[in-house]
């Protein structure tokens, strides 16, 4: 039976040119060839399977490389090229610094480094994880690394560039390895199945792409893999099997349940997510990339950034129109706030099942928003007509039928008798309250409201516009704020005085703060008054106005006849019914 090599020995690249995703470095270090410009050491840097290791040995190859090509290539014929792509080049030596990383293996590589190469221009030392050496070994190996012989090159490899010393990083030209975007390594993997007769769908190789997560070698590693399971036909259905991955299929039918705001089915598929062997956090971690992309496929500039097959792009396209921007934003909130807690949480589940109703709750509101601006819009759109005086006339001017006559009589008998009866009922009142004796609580205008009876903020009693939002200008809110002042002085003088000492602060774009020492202004009346003047004065629909509540810093202050009477109501609300009841005025 024929030794099985896998796909990441099998399809190594012999040239500079077959190099994936690097095209930057390969091309440095030929110029460097080529100009003979080389440094005596280099240090490559970056994630794993990203081609560091590969690299380095083709630069290697093609120092000792006899006939090196126009285009600065190894020419993969002569005798230097064969012995070492057959792994039997003296020139070459590799050193694994995880395994020999002591000052006596660092010793011996100096040795080494002593006697001149027998055939080829250079001996190459390819060092690689070479974060791995101790303190010690790293100052055993600085003199070598900086005055080598002539004929000595070293290249070092490591995922942890951070973990070396600075003294070996200033020794060191420096290559930074990225990864290798995904629509690059689906192409190779194209390629891989082609040379190997396997007939793969686009959307399984794009999802090894992805899962690879910018490394070829595990991307094909995971090719051989489902290769195994599948044999020469490879879906997207057995790619998912395989790897046991969360397809898209579940996060759209997920959707589907937020545009209803399903609650129950939400629950039940995460249900069904949870028995397949799906960890919560691993739900929660691709809820956020779908909804991440539902918001990239809102702006056409930003849809680029969607890295998926063509079938799941327009799929994204279609659904994000199915939501606003500031949903969407909302719901990828909900979801990091839920990733971050789950690891805390006692009860995991809970917190993934919360996540899940608040954003069902979230798209109903949205959509409960949405109708309503509507009707408003259209309530808006209708236009009141006048009507016709000539027809108004004539019916003025038609005489009063019989049965018109007695219904007016009718109507102003019983006036007459409801008259009669409310003295009554007054009269009776008063003569129960004289005998109950019931006494009122007196309060001073200075005690705190208690907080049952505190008001909702004006933002929760209106329902926010829809539109562009525009940025409120400070001199014009200033200037708005003093004919609102101008206006109520007479009628408000105490709730004026307080805007008065407030200096307004612009939270945001749109948001007001005011900074006020009574709380009785936190009511909706004064809030609700001045919102609505402000957005008419500054034509701003989305102005919203904020309270920060000074009790300790109150002064004494003159309260009107109306706002005593608010004052005491709010804490005494049988105040009301005295009041009724003895038809009196608060002047």
């Known amino acids: 039976m024929e030794n099985f090599i896998v796909s990441a020995r099998k399809y190594r690249p012999d040239r500079f040119d077959k190099v994936v995703g690097q095209q930057n470095i ?30 380095a040995r083709l630069l290697a190859k093609t120092l000792n490389c006899t006939n090196i090509t126009e285009d600065t290539e190894p020419c993969n014929e002569c005798e230097s090229c064969k012995t070492f792509n057959e792994s039997a080049s003296f020139n070459v030596h ?27 221009n250079y001996k190459v030392y390819i060092i690689d994880e070479v974060h791995m050496l101790s303190t010690a070994a790293f100052n055993a190996f600085l003199k070598t690394l900086e005055e080598p012989p002539p004929y000595a090159k070293f290249i070092l490899a490591t995922t942890e560039k951070h973990k070396i010393i600075p003294t070996i990083l200033s020794r060191c030209q420096s290559y930074d390895f990225h990864r290798i975007p995904v629509d690059q390594i689906k192409e190779q993997l194209v390629t891989v199945a082609q040379n190997e007769d396997i007939n793969a769908e686009p959307e399984a190789l794009q999802m090894i792409a992805q899962k690879a997560d910018g490394a070829l070698r595990d991307a094909l590693s995971i090719f051989d893999q489902v290769v195994n399971y599948a044999g020469g036909n490879i879906t997207y259905e057995h790619v998912i099997e395989n790897l046991n991955i969360l397809d898209y299929d579940y996060y759209f039918r997920l959707t589907d349940f937020f545009l209803n705001a399903d609650i129950h089915n939400s629950l039940l598929l995460y249900e069904e997510i949870t028995i397949k062997g799906f960890a919560g956090q691993q739900f929660a971690s691709g809820l956020g990339n779908h909804l991440r992309n539902l918001l990239v496929c809102r702006d056409e500039n930003t849809v680029k950034l969607l890295e998926v097959g063509a079938e799941i792009r327009k799929k994204y396209l279609e659904y994000s129109n199915k939501f606003s921007t500031n949903t969407l934003l909302s719901m990828l909130d909900i979801v990091n706030k839920t990733d971050l807690n789950y690891r805390n949480a006692n009860n995991k589940r809970l917190q993934i099942e919360l996540g899940l109703m608040q954003i069902c709750s979230l798209a109903n509101a949205s959509e409960t928003e949405k109708k309503t601006s509507g009707i408003n819009k259209q309530s808006e759109n209708v236009s009141l007509k006048p009507t016709n005086p000539k027809s108004n006339e004539t019916k003025s001017t038609q005489p009063a039928n019989t049965e018109t006559q007695a219904t007016e009589q009718n109507n102003k008998a019983h006036e007459a008798q409801n008259k009669t009866q409310q003295t009554e009922n007054q009269e009776t009142n008063t003569v129960k309250l004289n005998k109950n004796k019931r006494k009122l609580t007196t309060v001073s205008l200075k005690e705190e409201i208690p907080e049952e009876t505190e008001t909702k903020n004006a933002e929760d009693t209106e329902e926010t516009p829809s539109g562009p939002v525009t940025k409120v200008d400070y001199d014009d809110l200033k200037k708005a704020i003093q004919a609102y002042i101008t206006q109520e002085k007479e009628q408000k003088p105490s709730f004026v005085t307080d805007l008065e000492n407030s200096s307004p602060e612009l939270i945001d774009d749109v948001t007001i703060q005011f900074k006020l020492t009574n709380k009785l202004y936190t009511g909706q009346d004064y809030i609700l008054d001045l919102q609505r003047f402000l957005r008419n004065k500054l034509n701003n629909a989305f102005i919203k106005i904020e309270v920060d509540l ?31 009841t003895l038809d009196l005025d608060y002047e």
């Open 94 to 120: 590799e050193l694994d610094a995880a395994s020999n990383n002591s000052v006596e293996d660092i010793r011996s590589l100096v040795e080494q480094v002593r006697v001149p190469p027998q055939a080829g």
């Open 550 to 580: 000074q009790i300790n810093k109150a002064e004494n202050k003159v309260f009107t006849s109306k706002e005593k009477y608010e004052r005491i109501t709010q804490i005494n609300a049988d105040f009301e019914n005295f009041k009724q």
């Open 26 to 55: 390969t091309n440095t270090l030929k110029n460097a060839i080529r100009n003979n410009h080389l440094a005596q050491a280099f240090l490559f840097s970056g994630p794993r399977g990203v081609g560091k290791t590969t690299v």
